[in-house]
């Protein structure tokens, strides 16, 4: 058995073994201050309008500099003028940044930080890593410290990220920020948002803004006042204060449109389940505790809610009865919500576009609405307006056709009452 032998074994001298580059990074020091002083180098020779060459400085040394790992910072230097710790005060007592929108002039306007933002535009069309970090980080932490400004500063910034937001470099998820605690007191964080709408209006239209909150999962406007005025007419009052009524009628139908939702779903249900007309009506005057509606928006959506309940899979030949009776077992909770003329009409309006949008059903509407009249659900004066101004475009001149002879009974009985009298 021969012994295992002591020698060394050979290696390999003066071979470098190459480290990854993740580890390199993860490694490399974090050095936040020191990438604010080079920068500040790169803008500190730019003349203090010459936005063309500030973008270019920019561009310039986002090939030396370490951007990405530094987005942050990048961002609270263009944004507020220096670095941010946590808590929102500056890290140190470095001058403020050479280019940054707190160097915009007082009173803040629109005109003028477009184009400081028309840079951040171009630097993020360069560099498009640029933007996660914007929208993810710098935006969200910005925001939260958005009290820690002075009154000209905050407008300066508020204006800023509604220009970023209406031209789609961020998103308006960001915008969460502003539901914290400490801002939304004493009206803070609402004051600072109608300042961002305003801002996003000025280029885009109310429906892209709706949008956008809705990407941005902006679900209730109310979550931006103080827990004792979260109110539908405080919302309201303050966005027409603010020169902002586009804002307060979006919120308002939306709302409405919500209301009419809750309402639907709960009549297709008790109906489903063969609930009496009253208790469905007590129902229907519970949810409007919750959310009030127009009474011409409440008459529609009922209609809307009692008709989605029916099963309409029986032959064709027999759906235009089973409307006539679905309708006249319909009509005493119909009836219990047309209150005046108006109501009415948007009822006999609601049935036209139901029947031109179903065309099985379609040839019935004269019946449907000789049910109603009979039931007392519609007067005779208000088929008569619905027939002589008051219809909708949908199928008009068929239905007006079709209800001749109705709207012509009706007026000769409504002459001899008269002559009787």
């Not at 190459?18 to 201050?33: C, F, L, M």
């Not at 951040?120 to 640029?130: A, D, F, G, H, M």
């Not at 004493?186 to 209006?201: K, P, Q």
Request: charged letters at 25%.
């Amino acid at each position: 058995m021969s012994q295992q032998s002591t020698t060394a074994k050979p290696s390999l001298q003066g071979v470098r073994i190459k480290a990854r580059k993740g580890a390199v990074k993860a490694q490399a020091k974090h050095e936040p201050s020191v990438f604010r002083d080079q920068l500040y180098k790169h803008l500190e020779t730019v003349p203090e309008d010459d936005f063309d060459s500030f973008v270019t400085k920019l561009v310039q040394a986002g090939s030396t500099l370490e951007f990405l790992k530094y987005a942050e910072a990048l961002f609270e230097i263009i944004l507020v003028g220096g670095l941010i710790q946590p808590g929102g005060s500056y890290v140190d007592d470095a001058p403020m940044s050479p280019f940054t929108i707190f160097n915009a002039k007082d009173p803040a306007s629109v005109e003028v930080l477009k184009k400081y933002v028309e840079v951040l535009n171009k630097l993020i069309r360069r560099y498009k890593y640029l933007q996660k970090p914007l929208e993810e980080q710098s935006l969200p932490s910005l925001l939260q410290y958005i009290n820690r400004w002075s009154p000209e500063q905050r407008d300066k910034l508020a204006i800023t990220v509604g220009l970023l937001l209406s031209q789609g470099i961020a998103s308006t998820v960001c915008l969460q920020s502003l539901t914290k605690d400490q801002l939304i007191k004493n009206d803070a964080s609402v004051t600072v948002l109608a300042i961002i709408f305003r801002a996003y209006l000025v280029d885009q239209s109310m429906d892209h803004l709706a949008a956008a909150l809705k990407r941005g999962s902006i679900k209730d406007l109310l979550l931006f006042f103080p827990p004792n005025r979260r109110d539908s007419k405080i919302l309201d009052e303050f966005f027409r204060k603010e020169g902002l009524p586009q804002v307060a009628e979006w919120y308002t139908k939306k709302q409405y449109a919500l209301g009419k939702e809750s309402i639907m779903a709960e009549l297709k249900d008790l109906c489903e389940h063969q609930e009496s007309a009253e208790t469905i009506v007590a129902a229907v005057q519970s949810k409007l505790e919750e959310k009030p509606l127009p009474d011409t928006e409440l008459i529609q959506c009922v209609w809307q809610g009692l008709i989605a309940s029916v099963d309409w899979s029986g032959r064709p030949d027999q759906i235009e009865g089973l409307a006539l009776r679905e309708v006249g077992k319909f009509a005493p909770i119909l009836e219990a919500f047309c209150k005046g003329p108006k109501v009415e009409v948007a009822l006999i309006n609601q049935v036209q576009v139901h029947c031109y949008e179903d065309t099985r059903i379609m040839k019935a509407f004269p019946q449907i609405l000789k049910v109603l009249y009979n039931k007392d659900c519609i007067s005779d004066q208000a088929i008569i307006y619905w027939y002589q101004k008051g219809s909708k475009p949908q199928g008009r001149q068929h239905f007006l056709k079709s209800t001749e002879a109705l709207v012509k009974f009706l007026q000769e009985q409504e002459d001899s009452d008269e002559d009787d009298e």
